[in-house]
T-cell receptor, first 114, second 115 residues
Framework: KAGVTQTPRYLIKTRGQQVTLSCSPISGHRSVSWYQQTPGQGLQFLFEYFSETQRNKGNFPGRFSGRQFSNSRSEMNVSTLELGDSALYLC?????????????FGPGTRLTVL | AQSVTQPDIHITVSEGASLELRCNYSYGATPYLFWYVQSPGQGLQLLLKYFSGDTLVQGIKGFEAEFKRSQSSFNLRKPSVHWSDAAEYFCAVGLFTGGGNKLTFGTGTQLKVEL
């Protein structure tokens, strides 16, 4: 079974631009979560979607948004990029949003903001 | 709020030596605990998880972890380290809130293996 796929793998943007990252979950998984990883802040939870509904949101500004489609694929969007948004963005999928639904991670999208 | 502490930022061990990576958590209820490993430029790979039951859990690649409620710990162990184990290791606690699941991660432990 194919794992979680994320596209693109690498992205370079300039300040003020916006960016959209895509995540395709493991087949049959209906929950998708997003995390930001930076050297300074570590791994931080962004948000989680299940059945096209946002179930949880982390402490990030409104510039960070996401959505989930009926086929469980998810996108996250960052508007008005700042230098501090440079990070590895990781997507994880799980069967559902329950506490015992293990999250499996994709390889990430490396975003560099210049 | 829940939190996870990994006190060791870097650890160096010789190949063939035993390994223990420490993890302490702060969480009011029964924790759902995980260990993930990340190789350079890669995503996170699940090593093992603890939800309930036997407090000693076995994972992939010869790793095991022991849940100790009295010490709020979930330390990762491996009896004999291989050079390919060099990577960054993250302990995480799962929180089910608002109808959804989120992981809170520790800051990670970078493992270096000397040949």
């Amino acid at each position: 079974k194919a794992g979680v796929t994320q596209t693109p793998r690498y992205l370079i943007k300039t300040r003020g631009q916006q960016v959209t990252l895509s995540c395709s979950p493991i087949s049959g998984h209906r929950s998708v979560s997003w995390y930001q990883q930076t050297p300074g802040q570590g791994l931080q939870f962004l948000f989680e979607y299940f059945s096209e509904t946002q179930r949880n949101k982390g402490n990030f500004p409104g510039r960070f948004s996401g959505r989930q489609f009926s086929n469980s694929r998810s996108e996250m969007n960052v508007s008005t990029l700042e230098l501090g948004d440079s990070a590895l963005y990781l997507c994880a999928s799980s069967l559902g949003p329950g506490p015992t639904d293990t999250q499996y991670f994709g390889p990430g999208t490396r975003l560099t903001v210049l | 709020a829940q939190s996870v502490t990994q006190p060791d930022i870097h650890i160096t061990v010789s190949e063939g030596a035993s390994l223990e990576l420490r993890c302490n958590y702060s969480y009011g209820a029964t924790p759902y605990l995980f260990w993930y490993v990340q190789s350079p430029g890669q995503g996170l790979q699940l090593l093992l998880k603890y939800f309930s039951g036997d407090t000693l859990v076995q994972g992939i690649k010869g790793f095991e972890a022991e849940f100790k409620r009295s010490q709020s710990s979930f330390n990762l162990r491996k009896p004999s380290v291989h050079w390919s184990d060099a990577a960054e290791y993250f302990c995480a606690v799962g929180l089910f809130t608002g109808g959804g699941n989120k992981l809170t991660f520790g800051t990670g432990t970078q493992l270096k293996v000397e040949l």
